[in-house]
């Protein structure tokens, strides 16, 4: 299971971009790359998930480079409500196989008014 | 709106007693996930539950867990006699078509 590294915490003010960079040097050729944002006592909730380059959908845009060795989780014009712990995982399922989506400790994100 | 359900939203219990966690999916799906998360504490990975039988399960799995879908729907976690380190929230989790989670709203157990 490729291990990744992101930094453990942001500041950040409302209406500005925050960038989360992720680094998964061992991703494999079949690992998708997902994100998870979690409020205090709620579960994760699925933001965003990609394979390669860009992908972009209502609440994020998540930028892959070519060598897939990191990614970058970008929130467009933070509030407030954007305060939470935001997740970066690689894995994948394997025809047949199991996987089992490990959470690491996140990246805390205090966005400041 | 949630993908999956969950009851109670918190329960509390004496040390020693069983505890039922449920899931409903909002729709069928085959593949689950159980995962809790003590207070402060990174979500930690319980048990993969896939057609009816366990798929994958960590070592906090032990003997006083067990999970089942009795009716097809619901899909229940159990803890057989509760510890207070036991104390957290349990989310329930369906798995999409890539690997992504869609987790429930939890439910806090708290055992004293």
């Known amino acids: 299971l490729a291990k990744t590294t992101q930094p453990i915490s942001m500041d950040s003010y409302e209406g500005q971009e925050v960038n989360i960079t992720c680094s998964h040097n061992?991703?494999?050729?079949?690992?998708?790359i997902t994100w998870y944002q979690q409020f205090p006592s709620q579960g994760p909730r699925f933001i965003i998930q990609?394979?390669?380059t860009k992908v972009t959908n209502e609440v994020a845009s998540l930028f892959i480079p070519a060598d897939r060795k990191s990614s970058t989780l970008s929130l467009p014009r933070v509030s407030l409500s954007d305060t939470a712990v935001y997740y970066c995982?690689?894995?994948?399922?394997?025809?047949?196989?199991?996987?089992?989506?490990?959470f690491g400790r996140g990246t805390s994100l205090i966005v400041h008014p | 709106e949630p993908e999956v359900t969950q009851t109670p939203s918190h329960q509390v219990t004496q040390m020693g007693q069983e505890v039922i966690l449920r899931c409903v999916p909002i729709?069928?799906?085959?593949?689950f996930y159980w995962y809790r998360q003590i207070l402060g504490q990174k979500v930690e990975f319980l048990v993969s539950?896939?057609?009816?039988?366990?798929?994958?399960k960590s070592e906090i799995f032990d003997d006083q867990f067990s999970v089942e879908r009795p009716d097809g729907s619901n899909f229940t976690l159990k803890i057989r006699s509760t510890k207070l380190e036991d104390s957290a929230m349990y989310f329930c989790?369906?798995?999409?078509?890539?690997?992504?989670?869609?987790f429930g709203e939890g439910s806090r157990l708290t055992v004293l």
């Open positions: 995982l690689v894995g994948s399922q394997a025809p047949g196989g199991s996987y089992i989506p490990t």
């Open positions: 061992n991703i494999a050729t079949n690992d998708y």
């Open positions: 990609g394979y390669k």
């Open positions: 729709s069928n799906h085959l593949y």
């Open positions: 539950f896939y057609n009816n039988e366990i798929s994958e």
């Open positions: 989790a369906r798995r999409g078509p890539t690997g992504e989670l869609f």
